[in-house]
């Protein structure tokens, strides 16, 4: 395709000219002009320049000025015919390619081509204007405005052209020749707006209702702005439950819960204080009870205890550290001694590489030998002084801390004097390692230390023996407290038992007194039950000797019965002891209104299913059981016969009052 600029714009890139006129060619050959509709001849140049005109082409191959040379024409161009001979065109809408091309660098121009659809046909603006404007891009923008759409165009042709852009989810359309775009992701609309500024062409007419310039901008739209907003809130939250999970891994754990001081929790306490392995958890415990303040008269004596079997760990403990001292002295020995192994092997070393640098041995090595030699020597003598000043600094530490314990010690001028003869016999013995007069001054300083050991060593003894001691009085004194505080100890669980004791022998002499009473009351209503018998009999036998009436043996025997049933209530009224508790009393007023309520009387199942919606601990013993206790409020009946016989219970109260 030819720029508008003429002449000018091709003669300064005349090498992209044969790209330009390919694709106008191809543009202007794949149109299909019908000569029925166009009232112009196919051969008249100027129709052809003002159809160009009208599309925003530069016509091309018109008679008149040539506009460039034949040697820069591309070959195979006939301008009579305005078509390219041996030159296919490529369409962009073929699958693989895509409809827009990849971006190019910043520093290629981008050359947009025409673009065919079945329905209409895109043609590329003057690529000297300036690009199309564009607001800024909204957040989460997935829509676009497109305007300068062609008065016949449909939402088919707008999906047929925009759908190679992406998936397409919404087309709002308006009789204005705009519409919105809406596609399914956010990099779909840079691809529309690719297409801003083509010129769109339906078919093959060249009516202006058919055709117009394309403006693709972005649009703000509310879905859009929500999905991005719901997006962001998604991250945000993503983030901060990122944030609180690395808060968590890095927060140190909490300390264990500390219970509350009790008796029992201190008896356990004082277990794990004994026990070595669990001290450090029980000493906790100890101290936030004691900064609590649960210390008083009454605890005094078991914190008291506590602390000293506290107290009692401190000797433990610095056996522990004499232990890992011990060790730690051990391993230092060790290493001195390891080292000494390994600087003596140096020396022999040294010494090896000494005698192969003499002139008996030396004359029969080559150039190359005799010079490794040499660097092997000097580097095993750096490694054997390294060797040297590093078992030299251990000793002198040795010898500062002998020093330094010995200044508590009387024999402190010998000492400094052996410890400098010592000092200098060993700084005499490793700088002449090799020579007999050094080795006696080692062995003089090695004995020399010997003797120091030895003296330090009865000193230690000493210290020793008075540690002892003192352990044992310690000792003694514990074990004396210890006895003392467990005889108080069980003095107190003694007192408490004598006092529980006391109160069971309490309550088992009154349920003995309660029993005589029962069995007293149990042999009266057996002999009055004889008597009564015995008068009945007595009765039933005059009835029959002195032949009284029927009515007279009922009377009588309705007058036994009297006896018996006021004998029984005199009994009852004995055993009654009144009421027990303020519920009882509360018990019988809300029974008393329920039975008079239904003067026909109610079974135990229906007062215990009433009476358990006020309260659901009580049981339907315990109602019947307060029933028979006051026979003169409530009274039991058998109602139906056989199978359907009942028992009920009525209030009888106001009976009694009005007999009496």
């Not at 003057?126 to 497109?146: A, D, H």
């Not at 002139?359 to 150039?367: G, I, N, P, V």
């Not at 005799?370 to 660097?375: C, F, P």
């Not at 209503?525 to 009999?537: F, G, I, M, R």
Request: net charge negative; aromatic share 6%; glycine share 4%.
């Amino acid at each position: 395709m030819v720029d508008a600029g003429g002449a000018e714009s091709i003669a300064r890139c005349p090498q992209e000219l044969p790209q330009m006129m390919a694709a106008a060619a191809d543009g202007l050959g794949s149109i299909a002009i019908d000569t029925t509709q166009l009232n112009m001849s196919v051969t008249d140049p100027t129709a052809w320049a003002t159809a160009m005109n009208n599309l925003g082409m530069v016509p091309v191959g018109l008679p008149g000025q040539q506009l460039v040379s034949d040697s820069i024409c591309v070959p195979g161009f006939d301008p009579g015919l305005n078509m390219m001979t041996g030159i296919t065109s490529i369409n962009p809408m073929i699958p693989g390619l895509g409809l827009v091309p990849p971006p190019p660098p910043a520093e290629v121009t981008v050359v947009k081509e025409i673009i065919h659809c079945k329905s209409c046909t895109l043609f590329p603006q003057n690529p000297n204007l300036p690009p199309p404007s564009t607001r800024e891009r909204p957040p989460g923008c997935k829509t676009v405005f497109v305007g300068g759409l062609p008065e016949n165009a449909t939402e088919e042709i707008i999906q047929e052209v925009f759908e190679q852009c992406g998936d397409i989810t919404a087309i709002r359309k308006s009789k204005k020749n705009f519409c919105h775009i809406r596609f399914a992701e956010e990099f779909m609309v840079d691809k529309a707006i690719y297409l801003s500024g083509y010129r769109m062409r339906l078919g093959s007419s060249t009516d202006k209702k058919d055709s117009g310039r394309l403006h693709v901008d972005f649009a703000q739209a509310r879905d859009d702005f929500y999905e991005w907003e719901c997006k962001q809130r998604m991250r945000a939250r993503e983030e901060r439950h990122r944030r609180k999970l690395e808060e968590d891994r890095l927060r140190p754990p909490s300390p264990p819960a500390i219970m509350h001081y009790s008796e029992h929790e201190a008896a356990l306490l004082a277990e794990k204080l004994k026990d070595d392995s669990k001290f450090s958890e029980a000493i906790t415990v100890l101290l936030s009870w004691i900064e609590r303040g649960e210390v008083n008269r009454r605890s005094a004596n078991q914190f008291y205890s506590m602390v000293q079997s506290a107290n009692s760990h401190v000797r433990r403990l610095m056996n522990e550290k004499a232990t890992h001292e011990q060790e730690m002295e051990e391993a230092k020995e060790n290493f001195k001694n390891a080292l000494t192994g390994i600087l003596t092997q140096f020396e022999q070393i040294v010494a090896v590489f000494n005698a192969s640098t003499r002139q008996k041995a030396w004359d029969h090595f080559s150039k190359a030998q005799r010079k490794n030699i040499d660097i092997w020597r000097k580097h095993s003598e750096e490694l054997r002084n390294a060797q040297s000043e590093q078992l030299m600094g251990i000793r002198r530490e040795e010898e500062m801390e002998m020093s330094d314990d010995e200044n508590c010690d009387s024999p402190t001028k010998k000492m400094r004097v052996d410890e400098s003869a010592k000092q200098e016999g060993n700084s005499l013995g490793w700088t002449l390692s090799v020579c007999p007069s050094a080795l006696a001054a080692q062995a003089y300083a090695l004995k020399e230390e010997n003797d120091s050991l030895r003296w330090q060593l009865d000193a230690y003894r000493n210290e020793v023996e008075l540690l002892k001691q003192e352990k044992e009085q310690l000792f003694r004194t514990e074990e004396s407290l210890t006895k003392d505080q467990q005889l108080q100890f069980l003095q107190q669980t003694m007192q408490g038992m004598q006092q529980q004791l006391l109160t069971i022998q309490e309550e088992l002499n009154n349920k003995k007194s309660e029993l005589e009473q029962a069995k007293e009351e149990q042999s009266h209503t057996q002999a009055l039950l004889k008597v009564l018998q015995e008068q009945l009999k007595g009765t039933k036998d005059l009835v029959e000797t002195n032949g009284h009436s029927h009515e007279d043996a009922n009377e009588i025997n309705v007058l036994t019965v009297a006896l018996v049933n006021q004998d029984r209530e005199n009994n009852t009224e004995k055993r009654s002891q009144g009421l027990k508790s303020e519920k009882e009393a509360l018990l019988i007023g809300i029974i008393s209104t329920f039975l008079h309520v239904h003067p026909f009387g109610a079974n135990i199942e229906y007062l215990w299913s009433y009476m358990q919606q006020l309260d659901s601990k009580i049981s339907a013993n315990e109602i019947e059981m307060l029933l028979m206790r006051l026979p003169r409020m409530f009274k039991q009946e058998f109602t139906g016969v056989g199978a359907t016989l009942e028992k009920r219970w009525k209030l009888c109260a106001f009976e009694g009052i009005k007999t009496t």
